[in-house]
């Protein structure tokens, strides 16, 4: 698993030779990525007929495809070529492993032999998240990608999922010993579902072995090209049959309950949304700030934050406003931090860059936030209305309601913090953070936050001439042009011990299951999209889309 003592950096890139016609090799491993005999014939035969597909899928209402050597995503992309012309109605969840990740121009130089992908491919390379280490994923439609950038070992044991089928697409057994492990087999066989097939181009001995030491019963069939021989493998058993959810409702339309929202839509489910209409939450500011929070150490914290980074810019494309922001340090212990961060490159290149004064994030967004959260409800049933209990509510209830919780559930053990807002006026080139912030929107430039602890019988929302001042002083002290304030809004954080966020539950508080999206702090539109669909799959028995260590912390109580 990921380590908390080695330093969190890209990871390694692939040696990769171009000189030889029909594929790139790897120099490191002096191999192939896919046939010279017509790769993408070689995955329909190895691959999908080997698995038996586009067949079992047609009539699923989930179908799980898992892999190890994305590679070029030749494979992923012949699946989904597939799954589309196949007329599939479910969905398809894919989930792949590298260690060695191409870039885009990479990704685009392989591709390019393979025109009649071209439609998938250019939208695979644009979405691409790039040499991060941890898991990513991405939709397509009906079709989601999971891809997991870590060593073959560590990357499954992190996992907890049920696969229909895999396609094993390493390097040969011989020069990547470590994919074809009897550990790793061994992790195959407890991510596979009942009924799963496997298809892979290698009949070595100790792969056979293997397969069958773990469960599977393997069977020797003629090969592709100049391959004599390939192997089918079967997990005893068939699948079973999914419970239906009866229609969701979701407590809170700020971003949270939002992102819960476009997630279920996502899967034709149709929530309905209760939203108090008297207060949005801090989902109401005018603005909102995309950027990672940054750790140095590797661990399953350090990978969240990237991940939820880089899904939050996926979501946000059609409400971004402005890419680019600046983090000006309030300490030289803080620029030497930053420093080293850019220098470690944990987002690789394109995305942190030390300046010698400060830290660009060229990568970074300002986004439209009301804008954000209509994009994700729309085709959500809305209801206003003011939820004091929860015991007429039926059916699944998920809580994403923010400092509304506090009435809700007062028995949680949060935190709560009251942070204003002001509107100021001056000069300012582009957003800039330095523990607050300051973005300007067509004019006014809107200067946040204070962070004080609320008082018991407060009232948060209560605007005050002493925080706008503090406000302008904070961005005073940064340098910046800013000439005077005006009161704009405040609202109420909520935090765990830990700053983590958590997802509750299920819960009986009522006749049906009950979740919870609480703890979000100061980061909800970063978090929430990435949590949203975490949630979902949870809910529906898909495959969640973080590492197995970091969804235990996420779902322990507060």
Known sequence: MSSGHRPLTRTPAPSL??????????????????????????????????????????NREVFTIAELGFGSGLNFLATWQSWQESGATGRLHFISVEGYPFDREQLSQALSAFPELSEFSARLIESWPGPVRGGHRRHFGPVSLTLIHDDIAPALVGQDFAADAWFLDGFSPAKNPDMWSEAVLSDVARLSAPGARIGTFTVAGAVRRGLEGAGFEVERLPGFGRKRQRLEARMPGAPKPRAALPAPTIIGAGIAGASVARAFLRRGIVPTVLHDPDHIAASGNGAALIKPRLDKQDNPASRFFLSSFLYAREAYRSATRHEGVSHLPKSEVESARLQAIAQNAPLGPGHLDWTGAHLDMPSSLVIDTEDARQTMLDGARMEALKVAALDALEGPLIIASGYGIRALMPELALRWSRGQLSWGSGELAGPVTYGGYAIPLRGPILLGATHDRLEDGEDPFALSIEDDARNLEAARAQGLKVDSVTPYRASVRVNTADTLPRILGPLLLHRGETRVVTGLGSRGFVFAPLLGEALVCDMLGEPVPLERTMWERLTRDV
Do not use: H, K, N
Not at 38 to 43: A, S, W
């Open 17 to 58: 030779d171009f000189s030889r016609p029909g594929t790139p090799a790897a120099s490191d491993f002096g191999d192939i990525y896919f046939s010279t005999d017509g790769g993408l014939e070689e995955t329909r035969a190895v691959f999908l007929q080997g698995c038996g597909l586009p067949g079992r899928w047609m």
